[in-house]
């Protein structure tokens, strides 16, 4: 009889969430499999910036140290937090269906109108994307820093920290509080981090390469991997992390894939974007040509600045 198949997670009610969908899909293919959970950087330090940690590594180093060893057979994670370039030895091999890809304003306030100059309104969030494009197109908001899981998010709102947290859709809704998203946002304004609303699945590259295909048959979209691979092309070329608010993504119709992304600067004062479509079978010199764009129209200038703003 075959070993189930070991997923490794970070604890998180999200995170698990992840995991058993990623369990229900390879179970509906005939396989076992066993939740393993594994607490990360990201999980343990709550009162410092993503930026301020490092952002490689910060939600995946301790599950890759347990695929190295072989404690684990796979390792799930939101897309969009995994490195532009991941460490030797480890690789992707499969995005789950992606889920809605807005930025969302969730809070029990149903008259919240960040479009309102009027309106004193102060959102919580830790992306450094979205704080980014708020100053840029609507400079009256203010935010507050606010980390930890959905829940610890929310809690901090009810205290109030913050009048609303600007989030991922996926997110919210996975965890059922659809009731509290006040606003949808628009994708070309907030265009999202690469990968938001899709499920990675890591090994290591010494996983038997039968197993290994067992889960690419059961877990990946075909439409999404080909999207998420031109977007994480382009930010593998800008070498994103969760602390550089570079934006992008992919739609797939029709076998043609449309890549739109930027980079926005810390104040807001500038924002950069480009758009580029192909042949979806060019996912990868898709996301190159976009960051050749980006770069070259002053985003080499954007990104240099930023990166020595973070290491003061």
């Not at 969430?17 to 950087?41: F, M, N, P, R």
């Not at 992707?92 to 809605?100: G, L, N």
């Not at 981090?193 to 059961?218: F, H, M, R, W, Y």
């Not at 976009?290 to 990166?307: Q, R, S, W």
Request: proline content about 3%.
């Amino acid at each position: 009889m075959n070993k189930p198949i070991r997923i490794g997670t970070r604890g998180s009610k999200l995170a698990l969430w992840q995991a058993y969908h990623v369990a229900d899909l390879l179970k509906a293919q005939g396989l076992a499999s066993e939740i393993v959970i594994i607490e990360t950087k990201g999980d343990k330090i709550l009162d410092v910036s993503i930026a301020k940690i490092g952002s490689k590594g910060v939600f995946t180093e301790e599950l890759e140290d347990q695929l190295a060893s072989g404690a684990i057979d796979i390792a799930v994670h939101s897309a969009k937090d995994m490195q532009s370039k991941l460490p030797d030895g480890f690789e992707i091999i499969a995005f789950t269906k992606r889920e809605v890809e807005n930025d969302i304003i969730l809070s029990h306030d149903p008259n919240i109108d960040y479009q309102n100059p009027d309106q004193s309104l102060v959102l919580g969030t830790s992306s450094t994307r979205r704080v980014a494009t708020l100053k840029h197109f609507y400079p009256h908001i203010h935010t507050v820093e606010v980390r930890g899981n959905l829940q610890t998010r929310i809690a901090k709102m009810e205290s109030g920290l913050c009048d609303a947290l600007l989030l991922a859709y996926a997110g919210a809704h996975r965890m059922g509080y659809d009731n509290l998203i006040r606003h949808k946002l628009s994708l070309d304004e907030f265009t999202p981090a690469v990968g938001q609303g899709s499920v990675a699945i890591e090994t290591s590259v010494n996983l038997d390469p039968t197993i290994k295909a067992q889960i690419v048959s059961a877990c990946h979209h075909e439409a999404t991997g080909y999207r998420l691979l031109a977007e994480r092309s382009y930010l593998r070329v800008l070498e994103g992390g969760c602390s550089i608010p570079v934006f992008a993504l992919a739609e797939f119709e029709e076998n043609t894939l449309h890549l739109k992304g930027g980079i926005v600067s810390l104040d807001g004062s500038s924002r950069i974007m480009h758009k580029v479509s192909g042949s979806h079978d060019q996912s990868e010199e898709l996301g190159m040509q976009l960051a050749d764009k980006v770069l070259k129209d002053g985003g080499f200038e954007i990104l240099k600045e930023i990166k020595t703003a973070l290491k003061k």
